[in-house]
């Protein structure tokens, strides 16, 4: 698939999760969407306090990791999120950076954006602000942010390396990125590569997992480290996922094998 298609499929589908999902009805094709939100986000290091503390609908357990808890936010700083859906760790980032400080999500889907804004509605916050826009052209100023996150969106971008280049144009000299996401430790099989369902599973457009740390590097990142790591076997009962992957007739042992090969890693850098 070209560029352009990828993202008028992630922008379709992720729209589709937006406009029919909710506490209660998980999305049926995303990054972790077999179970309810609260108990995929639990499994990935959210705690019930976290959980309890954003507005109803603005966790639909899209995210793979907990890159809020990761990034020691403090009072009075500005953090952008890349990609952030319905605003879940927005809405978190916000209740520790306090009225001082200063949140922005940035997100390309339209519908995405009304979901978080209801949100932030819903739960009076006027530290938050959602925009329209691709995180491969940042709707922000150069050296104006602290600090960047973003959970399992970056490797729904077809050009990485350009995400990568931007967050470190908008972040302030000793800024931090702090990103959770799923990176590959063996390519996966053509097939699955080009598999339109593979997007919004968010396993066809991860990378290797030194191509994706060479890529926060090069684009002039120093520090740049794995925190933590882990498989992500969830992904395979998840029926969105499954459903694709019974497509191709791959046999049990080798979809193990794939699955072994899907990892969630948090990783950061400093700029
Ligand atoms: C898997 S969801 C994660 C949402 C959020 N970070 C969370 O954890 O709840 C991916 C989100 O990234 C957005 N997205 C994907 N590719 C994008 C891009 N290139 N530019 C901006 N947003 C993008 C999608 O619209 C979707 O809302």
Redo the contacts with the bound molecule.
Sequence with gaps: MKPEEI?KV??EG??R??KTSGPCCPPTS??CGSSRPDDVSKTIGYSDEELSSVPEGA??????GNPVALASLKKGETVL?????????CFLAANKVGKEGKVIG????PD?LDRARENAKKGNYTNVEFRL????NLPAADNSVDAII????IN???DKRQ?FKEAHRVLRSGGRLMVSDLVLTKELPDALKGSVEGYLG?ISGAILKEAYLRDIKEAGFREVRIVDESHYLELLSDPGVSEFIEKFNIPQDVLKEIAKSIVSIKVQGIK
């Excluded at 940035?106 to 889907?109: E, L, Q």
């Design positions: 993202k992630v922008r992720y729209g999760i937006a995303s990054c966790n639909l357990g899209l995210g793979c999120d890349l990609g952030s859906g319905p605003g879940f760790d940035v997100d390309m889907t995405m826009g691709e995180i491969e973003s959970n399992c969106v729904l971008a077809p995400v968010c």
